[in-house]
């Protein structure tokens, strides 16, 4: 396939469910687009010449680069460097709202400094008031010059990968993390899994720790915290105790030790904020059954 630009972005080309403001590119070198997408719909791979950052206000999406794959739940925002193919799976129904950086600005303010690979952001009260900001329809050059500076510094203190479920390249390691990925609640045993793979359990556990920068069980229990952290962003309905049981965990607090040890909190935390988050249209939703 040809490679996308940013005049060619497949997100002008998929259905809507409603066009929040119409796109337009601001003095301060960010071309801002605001969209709201349904739930299930999928924006295939794709590039862009402009580097971006991509955050929901309201619903979780699924970021897939060659690297691996990045949830985005409302409290986090992705960094995707321009050139980079990926493609964007909508968890639940979200309102979009992305900064495409002109890269001749961000060399000239000096400000591509650690933003040439892709990495998952932690938003902030501040962040996310500033990123809502640039897309008033008031405001002055001024303040969002102002408003995209405040987003760049705090772009440098907001990384975090407890949401990136890294993939290997090596063929046995792919194809034992794809195993697993297809079935995070299963408990798989490295062992049977390198001979479904053709390799031994030595092997394939150094693999994923060349490959991964994670052990074998780490790598396993992100991957199971990356399915837990889409249901609960996704499904009001399950409670906490069933997502446990369904991910294998012996006890609720087991599965809330692992949950925090990934992400910093429990997870009735994080679905108080990821579900009950009213994004900009002011809509809610019940608390979280335990």
């Not at 990926?86 to 961000?106: N, Q």
């Not at 046995?172 to 794809?178: G, N």
């Not at 952290?229 to 609720?252: E, H």
Request: glycine share 4%; proline share 6%.
């Amino acid at each position: 396939m040809l490679p996308m630009t940013v005049l060619q972005t497949p997100i002008l080309e998929t259905p809507i469910l409603r066009e929040v403001q119409g796109n337009h590119r601001s003095t301060a070198g960010v071309h801002l687009v605001a969209r709201d997408y349904p739930k299930g719909m999928r924006i295939d791979l794709h590039m862009h010449r402009e580097a971006q950052l991509i955050y929901a206000a309201k619903g979780t999406m699924q970021v897939n680069t060659p690297g691996g794959r990045w949830l985005v739940p409302p409290d986090r925002a992705v960094w995707v460097p321009a050139g980079l193919e990926h493609a964007i799976d909508l968890l639940a129904d979200i309102e979009m709202r992305t900064l495409y950086f002109d890269l001749a600005w961000l060399k000239r303010e000096k400000r591509s400094e650690g933003l040439t690979r892709e990495f998952v952001v932690r938003v902030s009260q501040l962040l996310n008031q500033a990123i809502l900001a640039l897309f008033d329809a008031r405001n002055t050059e001024e303040r969002t010059e102002l408003l995209v500076r405040l987003v760049m510094l705090e772009l440098r203190q907001a990384e975090d990968s407890a949401t990136f479920v890294p993939l290997p390249h090596e063929p046995r390691c792919r194809r034992a993390a794809m195993i697993v990925l297809d079935d995070p609640t299963g408990l798989h045993d490295i062992d049977a899994l390198a001979r479904e793979v053709g390799t031994s359990a030595r092997t394939l556990s150094r693999l994923f720790s060349t490959e991964t920068q994670l052990s074998f069980k780490s790598w396993c229990q992100r991957a199971r915290i990356a399915a837990a952290i889409q249901r609960l962003s996704t499904d009001a309905s399950v409670s906490v105790k069933q997502l446990a049981t369904q991910l294998g965990y012996a006890s609720v607090p087991a599965f809330s030790a692992a949950f925090r040890q990934v992400t910093g909190r429990t997870p009735t935390e994080f679905a108080t904020h990821a579900v009950s988050s009213p994004g900009l249209t002011g809509r809610s939703s019940t608390p979280r059954r335990q």
